[in-house]
């Protein structure tokens, strides 16, 4: 079918259909009867749910069968709606959700105005709720309520999904969200058919809210996710997280999969199953964005993972195209500035490497000993550790000690703790990532995926999570090697060690815009939110004074060389006496190579 404009998009057909509808009511003969029966089927399979599914088929029996069946007309759904499991309800509009909806206790969200209710706006396919396959979406929003957290759960056929923000995301002008979670595919705004997104971005920032994608498998089933270590097939990771991507989604993971049902011993029904392990993880990040949204800046605890790479006082604060401790000491600035507990840092970039490399926090090498390390750095009993190396999977633990050996291993630990480089400056936390092994040539380990992290490097992340209690870790610079651990590309499971180490931590990485490859990676595969930095302006250095004099007699001595060699030995003489006035040689050299 064409619809009016001669297109066959879904739309236009729905117009269509909609308009022959009002017509063919009264032409309840021959084949305009059939007709008829056409739309009628039409409008209950596009509304869904279980009662126009059975009126259609009582439809179909009474009018083709002869069956005696009585059956009522298609009851239409909204474009778009609110809608809760709890209840059987439809809100069209948002008032009549709020006064129907609470919560035994509320998430303590002190705003600007006070204390306020913390609500999460949910964006999911109206088919989905219609037909009763949304256990993923029941399951997200019962862990979110048992976290004090209410939801605004808004259902669309998809090209509908901006006009629900506009109309169920908004309050009296202000934003009514502190966050929006997102089950769909494509983008949000026109979803595959496209649509403004230049309205849609400034939309966005008028939210000025995080926007999650969670994320359901299209394709792959969960036994399928569970055996490629790709994750999921290339068309779903297209349709699930790179044009959810464009809309500036942060990844909130992977939380359900299809599942098939055996009818009759026959797998013909596919619902979306969720991952309760994913959902948890998911909805704890959630819940910890939420968190980090309405803490106060003077209480709010932010780790700083700087490079270290390979192991040395020679490569500390390394970053690609980042001058790190600079940067680092304009961000400290700022948050002191905006509240935050941070005091006691140096002011220079030379003074903060000399109290690194005096105090030797950096990660042991085959110059800097553990004797020297340990003392200044920060510990981790070995019961300690042994505790949270408990808390891993089998899987990753067979594979840590097939490779480093018995916890803690035999780097940056002895027999009593486990040594986390770093320092303290009030509620800041600047620590370096650990090496990622110990081997004769190190940087042949750091795009290595199959090779685990050793026991000092989990040791790392978890003191950073249980330990001092960050409420943002953020990686500086381009780049570390958390995100090239042993896992999935993408979708990570509970196995995935860059998904373990992170936990429902959110992240941040300052990543340069001149390698979008690899920031890509660490997005998915860590869970990060990329800040992007500009490669610095940089231009040719030209030698000035007496060492630009000294380079065009160089020029000069290899073209007069063959033409005109006494020419060329009076240059050289010259040359010589040129380079001991500016030390570029001994005084007592008798020649310049």
Known sequence: LKGLSGKSSPMEV???????????????????????????????????????????????????????ATYSPPTGIPDSYLAHPRSDRIF?????????????????????????????????????????????LSMVIEKLEAK?????????SGAENFSSMKKFFIRAGKPGVDAIISFLYFRIEGGPLGGDYQAFEAFCRKLNVPLISYLCMGYSTLGDWKSRSEGLYPMETNLSIILPELDGMIGGGLIAGGQELPVKGRNMVRCMEPVEERVDRAVARTSNWLTLRYKANKDKKVAFILF?????????????????????IKLLDRMREQGYTV???????????????????????NWTSLAKVKDNSFKVSQAQYREWFDELPETCRQVMIKE??????????????????????????VGFQPARGVHADPTKTYHDTALPPHHQYVAFYRYIEKVFQADVAVHFGTHGTLEFLPGKQVALSESCFPDILMGALPHLYLYACSNPSEGMIAKRRSHAVLV?????????????????????????????????PARAKELTEKILNDAKENNLVDLEASRVD
């Open 343 to 365: 005091s006691g840092y140096p002011r220079t970039r030379h003074e903060f490497i000399r109290l690194i490399t005096k105090k030797n926090v950096v990660n042991q090498s």
């Open 148 to 156: 004090g957290i209410g939801v605004i759960p808004a259902m669309s």
């Open 308 to 328: 270290n790479y390979p192991p040395g006082k020679d490569t500390i604060g390394s970053a690609g195209n980042l001058d790190a401790f600079g940067s680092l």
């Open 92 to 136: 069209t509009a948002l008032e009549d959700y709020l006064a129907w909806y609470d919560l035994p206790f509320w998430m303590n969200a002190n705003g600007p105005g006070g204390r306020k209710r913390p609500f999460i706006g949910i964006l999911f396919y109206n088919d989905r709720y219609q037909n009763g396959d949304f256990r993923d």
């Open 404 to 429: 480093w050996g018995d916890p803690p291993g035999s780097f940056m630990a002895d027999d009593e703790n486990l040594y986390i480089p770093g320092l303290a400056f009030g509620n800041i936390f």
């Open 532 to 564: 992007n930095y500009m490669t610095p302006p940089m231009i040719v250095s030209d030698l000035y004074g007496s060492f630009a004099a000294m380079e065009t007699d160089i020029h000069n001595y290899y073209h007069l060389r063959d033409q005109s």
């Open 14 to 68: 729905r117009k269509l259909l909609t308009m022959a509808d009002a017509v063919l009511k009264v032409l309840r003969f021959g084949k305009w009867r059939d007709a008829h029966n056409y739309v009628q089927a039409w409008k209950y399979f596009f509304n869904g749910g279980r009662e126009n599914l059975l009126n259609l088929f009582l439809m179909l029996l009474a009018e083709y069968h002869g069956l005696d």
